[in-house]
């Protein structure tokens, strides 16, 4: 067997081996961490595409009236992130 499949498969036995309550506390911070990783890229595109692509658009008074507080959103939500994804390894 690959070693993907090795790791599947351990996986697999480990999910058994939890409890209900823990399997679903599992599944509620799997659900979280998707849905920030969701919302983290959108601000990025947000970010790329509306804040740095339209300089010829916006002169930089109009991007910061816009988007005051984007680069900061964008910062704090990676780093919650990757916090998440810390208490997921740790219970993995």
């Known amino acids: 067997p690959s070693l ?3 790791f599947q498969l351990e996986r697999e036995i480990h999910w058994k081996s939890l409890s ?3 399997r679903k506390r599992q599944e ?3 659900e979280f961490i998707l849905t920030e990783e969701n919302y ?5 595109v947000t970010y790329e595409v509306f804040y740095c692509g339209s300089n ?3 002169n930089f008074i109009e991007k910061s009236k816009i988007f005051q507080n984007l680069e900061s959103l ?3 939500s990676g780093l919650f992130l990757s916090d998440l994804r810390s208490v997921q ?3 993995n």
Not at 40 to 44: G, P, S
């Open 28 to 30: 509620a911070l799997l």
């Open 89 to 91: 390894n740790k219970y």
């Open 20 to 22: 209900s309550d823990e």
């Open 4 to 6: 993907q499949a090795e």
């Open 56 to 58: 010829r658009k916006l």
């Open 40 to 44: 983290y890229k959108r601000l990025t």
């Open 74 to 76: 964008l910062l704090k």
